[in-house]
């Protein structure tokens, strides 16, 4: 089940905020993405982990993705441990990614920084021969991805590089507000959130203005890189 591209989220939703626009953009180009999320959001104040399951799976068919995967981890409690260690490792070596996209470094919520750590960890000891990993009976090769960025959620973080989502922006939108027991929540039952407030989604739309506003662009997502971007020509780059 290799792909390209493989995105990990601790919630839910996660990837749909932080790097919906540019995982479309990319199946778009012909690419393969893949979406591990690492708990099932079961803290989350407002829905239960079945709509959660539900609304992940409506997104995931507006992202395009060629897979997605719960590691049911425990939402808000789970550690950087040898057990959570080895669930993202034998992730990482299903799907074989080039890249892989991760949570930011921190974060308004704090499982969203101990994730990045978490998966960041992983994807250098997923690279060792002597980690030795199976799936389904059979023994794993090991995977090291060639590159690792974090996308920006909800902490302003100043970005690395910033993706023009200007084309692929209203189907984002869209795959956020697949969750429908999270955002944009008008009136009705239960209660309000930070996420579940209208608000919420003018601000998901003001930052995205405001990275792409950085590059000249009308939408954009701002990424954190972990090593030094080489290029090997000044026309490679969009603007
Ligand atoms: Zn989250």
Redesign the pocket.
Known sequence: MKVDILAV???P??VE?GCGGALIASVKEGKKVAVVDLTK?ELGSRGTPETRKAEAEAASRILGLSARENLGMADGFFQINQENTLKVITAIRKYQPEVLIC?APH?R?P??GRSSQLVKEAAFLSGLIRIETSLEGQPQAAWRPKHLYHYI?DDYIEPDFIFDITDTFEQRQESILSYTTQFNVVAGDGVQTYISKPQFMQGVEARARLFGKRIGAEFGEGYIKTRALGISSFDRFIL
Do not use: C, E, P, T
Request: glycine share 16%; net charge negative.
């Open positions: 989220g601790v919630h939703d996660d905020l959001g949570n974060d919520h499982d969203h959620q």
